[in-house]
């Protein structure tokens, strides 16, 4: 009987953490929103279609590299945008890394941009099929890096970490998401993000049990105001939730990470605390190289000229 009760508790006490504890609204945070004003996005390129596993056309945009650098650099970056963005986002850094030689391919990732239902995914692992994908839809001769921003280097870390790592030979990560429980985040992203807690611990543990038919119940809400709302993603699926960013067991993605990493960061990052980039990944047993620009803060490093450069050196390096 006392097992019975334990069990109708837990039941009721998952389902209504399922049903009523989503993200809450959230105020929009000016650090972010406020620095895209100024970008002249006139020159960007018109978006080009590969076609998912699962028939979904994706979106990226492609730049070539500068005719003088072609000879020297053979190498393709592919750039994933951060939380709630798109591949235009990444305008400023991809325009800064063709002119050093680089073929850059922005990646509109699913549920983001023009790829797919906004803030949707039909499985965790999805995204990263998507990334294989497009590689096998859009083949380059020559050496790839997988370049990843906020939560986008939450990803590349978590495909570093993955079966597939060997698909790319070097992942650089610009200010990277870890975990919300990694000693480098600040509390709530710095105010970027609404966490629903309570719905996510209700659907994980109802996905350790096979149930996922609410997986597309959004767990997190971003800080975006109403003119970046209408053109981005203003709220995470679980499972999108889930797939963009590290694995959990974070600290294993950093161990299996045979391939050479890097991580860019603003030194006035105000989501992250930056200077402890370099002390977390060495405690997990992989050392890794970390620049930290001055008077940069989050979104400066794709935006601000000289933060740019640095991460174009990054991917020299």
């Not at 508790?9 to 993200?23: E, F, H, K, N, R």
Request: with cysteine; proline share 6%.
């Amino acid at each position: 009987m006392l097992l019975l009760a334990f069990l109708l508790t837990a039941i009721v006490g998952c389902a209504a953490a399922v049903a009523w504890g989503g993200p809450k609204d959230i105020p929009p945070l000016a650090s972010i929103n406020n620095p895209f004003r100024d970008v002249d996005y006139s020159q960007v390129p018109k978006a080009q279609r590969y076609t998912a596993r699962d028939g979904t056309p994706l979106a990226w945009y492609g730049y070539a590299p500068a005719p003088a650098a072609t000879a020297t650099l053979a190498r393709r970056v592919v750039l994933v945008h951060g939380s709630s963005a798109r591949g235009q986002s990444m305008h400023v850094l991809a325009q800064a890394l063709a002119a050093e030689g680089y073929a850059v391919a922005a990646l509109d990732m699913r549920g983001h941009g023009e790829s797919g239902v906004r803030g949707q995914a039909a499985y965790v692992g999805q995204m990263e099929d998507d990334v294989e994908d497009f590689l096998r839809a859009v083949p380059h001769t020559g050496p790839q890096t997988l370049m990843g921003f906020s939560a986008g280097g939450g990803f590349a870390l978590r495909f570093a970490g993955s079966a597939r790592q060997d698909l790319f030979d070097r992942y650089v990560l610009l200010s990277p998401f870890v975990h919300h429980n990694a000693p480098t985040s600040r509390p709530d992203s710095g105010g970027w993000a609404s966490v629903g807690l309570p719905r996510i611990v209700g659907l994980t543990t109802l996905n350790q049990i096979g149930i996922s038919q609410w997986n597309h119940l959004p767990v997190l809400r971003f800080a975006l105001n109403d003119v970046a709302r209408s053109l981005l993603t203003p709220s995470y699926s679980y499972t999108v939730a889930m797939n963009f960013r590290p694995h959990n067991d974070y600290q294993s993605d950093i161990r299996n990470a045979r391939g050479t990493v890097c991580i860019v960061a603003g030194q006035d990052d105000e989501l992250f605390y930056a200077d402890r980039f370099a002390d977390l990944f060495a405690q997990a047993g992989k050392p890794v190289p970390v620049t930290l620009v001055p008077g940069v803060n989050h979104m400066g490093l794709t935006l601000d000229a000289v933060a740019v450069q640095a991460v174009a050196q990054a991917c020299k390096a």
